[in-house]
């Protein structure tokens, strides 16, 4: 399995960006995707998360602002920001946890993509 993101750049504060993540290989079992976060010196942290039953979750943070969402038959991730934040820049990857509930742990996702990078500028 390989994952792919893109979309990330530069906007200004309050504006949006698209992120898209494509995946390849097959997955024949139940599993979650996520979209984590990481800044220099910090920990990864988890954004959103959506699981094969279209179920989602946020951190508290990005509720009402990002949008996690998944077209199947194309098999990409997406993630929808708006009313972008400075303190949403950061390097943004997708991953693929090999279970069927999701988590924020990012040691249990099983594949990462190489991470796309969100600057919000004042």
């Known amino acids: 399995v390989e994952l792919v993101e893109s979309g990330g750049g530069s906007v200004q504060a309050g504006g949006s960006l698209r992120l898209s993540c494509e995946r390849s290989?097959?997955?024949?079992?139940?599993?979650?995707m996520g979209w984590f976060r990481q800044v220099p010196g910090k920990v990864r942290e988890g954004v959103a998360t959506i699981d094969m039953d279209g179920s989602r979750d946020y951190i508290d943070s990005v509720k009402g602002r990002f949008t996690i969402s998944q077209d199947n038959a194309k098999k990409t991730l997406y993630l929808q920001m708006n009313s972008l934040k400075q303190e949403d820049a950061a390097m943004y990857y997708c991953?693929?946890?090999?279970?069927?509930?999701?988590?924020?742990?990012?040691?249990?996702?099983?594949?990462w993509g190489q991470g796309t990078q969100v600057t919000v500028s004042s």
């Open positions: 991953a693929v946890d090999l279970r069927s509930t999701c988590s924020w742990y990012p040691g249990g996702y099983n594949y």
């Open positions: 290989g097959v997955i024949d079992r139940s599993y979650c």
